[in-house]
């Protein structure tokens, strides 16, 4: 259907790939504290930075927000909840018409808060999971998790929320349970939303252990095509589009373009897994605020300009992966024009194979606690949602009503 | 696009529409965002005029009146109105009392 000749799904996606004026989400980590400590962690996070944005600094930033007209936030941290004014901002935003998706681990969701959250629909929540059980889970989340996240899931359910999710980082070790997770999602009124690992924050030091092999990339594209509209992904496996059909969503990378992340001390990046000084576009604290960063950083300008592909350019699938993703490129060391590590056409490892032993860029700031990281395998923080999360479900050859759940 | 019977029954040009209270939009070169709280759905509007559309429905008595007062084609009625209905299915139009303006 067509509302107008001239425009057509790809040129809305040049508009996106442009940039707007203003996200249309954006990820806000809260804070870099968290209870757990789990092993692919993007942002590295356990202890809190004695930086972070006070109370009222962070509501300056939903005033802002709102004048933007930013849809929603999607925070994360760090473990949000556990700030002492974690329901204090989120009321703020929903009066301020900014509307708030959070990840948590389910440490604090308690069925008073349940209750909450069932309330309103202002307010959406993820709990974090990677395992179906607690085995699979607890190795990677920490001891414990599992239960605790189950506990918050019941609170939800049992208080009427609907449209919860359950987020699952997908890896080596879960990738066989995406059955057993969407059961668990089922029976309890939840979605399930499976979003991709990232060698990101701690990520970057169990990325060779966790990442999916070759075989199982392909086994999880064939269940995301068979259960095509009944999950939730972030769109963030836009790279296996390569197999063949193109997966639901807008198949484009939205970092510094339509989304971009807001660290708990202000920093602004291009995206939540690029914590990193080169994609670092700002500070809010500076003068100018978010929205001069949004709209003027030499970073975000760059990021805005038309792509040549480099390396890919020549390759048929290019079209549907667009090159992945830039954060999975830069830190396993491989240049931003090329493939991604895990091309699904194993261009990525033929380059990582090219590129031998080296010492890939280290992400940045580690808000680790001191303790060694059981080495169980990982533990994980909560996986804010978003990325490229706000644009999922949308098909470009729509033309009015383009649905993009979360 | 042809419309169904049930599109239809879900929206009539010739009563007064309002877009639903939970809907927020927002401007843009390519025409308009809007975002749904209660579904949680972006929907992209790609065209200025139909975002214009939108905006008269508040003032207007009926869709079609909204047309007129943004001076769509005759021509392009059907089209417009096709929007409005996908619109209206997803419920982020919503009728208002006949003759009352917001």
Known sequence: ?406 | MALTAVAEETFNADSAWDLHESVSVRPERFGALLYDFRTRRLTFVKDPVLQKVIDALSTSASAREALALVKVPQEDHERYLSALTRLAETSMLTPRSQGEIT
Not at chain 1, 139 to 168: C, P, W, Y
Not at chain 1, 170 to 180: E, G, Y
Request: with cysteine; net charge negative; aromatic share 8%.
């Open chain 1, 1 to 406: 259907m067509s509302t107008t000749t001239a425009a057509t799904g790809r040129d809305l996606l040049a508009e996106f790939e442009r940039g707007l004026d203003a996200p249309i989400c954006l990820t806000w980590e809260l804070t870099y504290a968290c209870n757990l400590a789990c092993v692919h962690c993007l942002s590295s996070s356990g202890k809190r930075d004695p930086r972070e944005l006070d109370t009222a600094e962070a509501k300056a930033v939903i005033d802002e927000l709102e004048r933007l007209q930013v849809f929603y936030v999607n925070i994360g941290g760090g473990e949000p909840t556990v700030r002492s004014d974690f329901w204090e901002l989120v009321d703020y935003a929903v009066a301020h018409k900014v509307g708030v998706k959070f990840s948590t681990n389910g440490i604090r969701l308690d069925k008073t808060a349940a209750a909450r959250i069932a309330a309103t629909s202002y307010v959406d929540v993820q709990i974090s999971l990677d395992g179906a059980t607690a085995e699979v889970n607890d190795a990677v989340r920490g001891e414990g998790s599992f239960k605790t996240a189950l506990q918050a899931l019941d609170n939800l359910a049992e208080a009427g929320a609907t449209d919860f999710k359950i987020s699952v980082v997908v890896t080596r070790h879960n990738v066989t349970q995406l059955d057993a997770f969407k059961k668990l999602a089922d029976d309890r009124g939840a979605q399930l939303r499976l979003t991709r690992l990232r060698p990101s924050g701690r990520g970057a030091d169990t990325w060779d252990e966790l990442h999916l092999l070759p075989g199982q990339q392909r086994v999880l594209y064939d269940w995301l095509v068979d259960h095509s509209g009944e999950v939730l992904t972030g769109d963030s496996f836009f790279h296996l589009s390569a197999y063949g059909e193109a997966l639901p969503g807008l198949n484009l990378c939205g970092a510094g373009r339509v989304v971009c992340l807001i660290d708990p001390i202000g920093d602004v990046y291009a995206c939540p897994f690029a914590i990193h000084d080169e994609f670092l576009a700002g500070n809010l604290r500076e003068a100018g605020g978010f929205t001069s960063i949004w709209r003027e950083s030499a970073l975000f300008s760059s990021l805005r300009e038309p792509q040549t592909g480099g390396a890919c350019a020549s390759c048929n699938f290019y079209g549907s992966c667009r090159g992945g993703c830039m954060a999975a490129k830069f830190f396993t060391g491989l240049p931003l024009d090329g493939p991604d590590p895990e091309c699904v056409k194993g261009y990525g490892e033929e380059a990582l194979a090219a590129l031998g032993e080296i010492d890939r860029p280290r992400p940045g700031a580690d808000h680790s606690r001191s303790i060694p990281l059981m080495v169980l395998k990982p533990k994980n923080a909560p996986v804010p949602a978003c990325a490229e999360d706000p644009l999922a479900g949308f098909d470009p050859n729509e033309v009015v009503v383009a649905s993009s759940s979360r």
